[in-house]
T-cell receptor, first 116, second 113 residues
Framework: EAGVAQSPRYKIIEKRQSVAFWCNPI?????LYWYQQILGQGPKLLIQ????????DSQLPKDRFSAERLKGVDSTLKIQPAKLEDSAVYLC??????????????FGNGTRLTVT | AQTVTQSQPEMSVQEAETVTLSCTYDTSENNYYLFWYKQPPSRQMILVIR??????QNATENRFSVNFQKAAKSFSLKISDSQLGDTAMYFCAFMNPGNQFYFGTGTSLTVIP
């Protein structure tokens, strides 16, 4: 089974520039998550999709971050404009999501963003 | 909201020895799931072990086992016969019935040869 694919692996931008990350989940996984992981911390949920609908985006800084999953498969996370504090690893994860079961998260390799 | 606490930022263990990583959580849910994930320097998060809250029996996966104390809201990970490849960050995670995951701050484990 192919894993969660993410690109790019690394990105360096200047503050106030924009950047986009792409994620392709495992085939058949209905739920897709974007996490932000700042160095030395645990992953923090940015947004959770169920198919192409948003389940939870309460921690997404909506003034600068946006995400979409138009066809319920792959997803794009965008930051515009970037700030220095956005420097982090952005992890995408997916799960089967069947109600009441313990569908674990399957993670991609992440994108390391450096904002200078 | 649920919270997950890992009180040990760093730990070390001699190769072939046993180490236990601690995790506590806070929730008002009765049905939930708990996980331990490993994150090596390559950054990819790898599932180590999972536990259903309604099961009293502690989960085991080869050298990895958990001590799940539901009343105490405690979920520790025991690694037996530690190997150099076990060196990584370990994250405890809580999943509620809505499939929302919450992670602790992690424990950095170093296995010493």
């Amino acid at each position: 089974e192919a894993g969660v694919a993410q690109s790019p692996r690394y990105k360096i931008i200047e503050k106030r520039q924009s950047v986009a990350f792409w994620c392709n989940p495992i085939s058949g996984h209905a739920t897709l998550y974007w996490y932000q992981q700042i160095l030395g911390q645990g992953p923090k949920l940015l947004i959770q999709f169920q198919n192409n609908g948003v389940v939870d985006d309460s921690q997404l800084p909506k003034d600068r971050f946006s995400a979409e999953r138009l066809k319920g498969v792959d997803s794009t996370l965008k930051i515009q404009p970037a700030k220095l504090e956005d420097s982090a690893v952005y992890l995408c994860a997916s799960s089967l999501k069947r109600t009441g079961d313990d569908s674990p998260l399957h993670f991609g390799n992440g994108t390391r963003l450096t904002v200078t | 909201a649920q919270t997950v606490t890992q009180s040990q930022p760093e730990m070390s263990v001699q190769e072939a020895e046993t180490v236990t990583l601690s995790c506590t959580y806070d929730t008002s849910e009765n049905n939930y799931y708990l996980f331990w994930y490993k994150q090596p320097p390559s950054r990819q998060m790898i599932l180590v072990i999972r536990q259903e809250a309604y099961k009293q029996q502690n989960a085991t996966e080869n050298r990895f086992s958990v001590n799940f104390q539901k009343a105490a809201k405690s979920f520790s990970l025991k690694i037996s016969d530690s190997q150099l490849g076990d060196t990584a960050m370990y994250f405890c995670a809580f999943m509620n019935p809505g499939n929302q995951f919450y992670f602790g701050t992690g424990t950095s484990l170093t296995v010493i040869p």
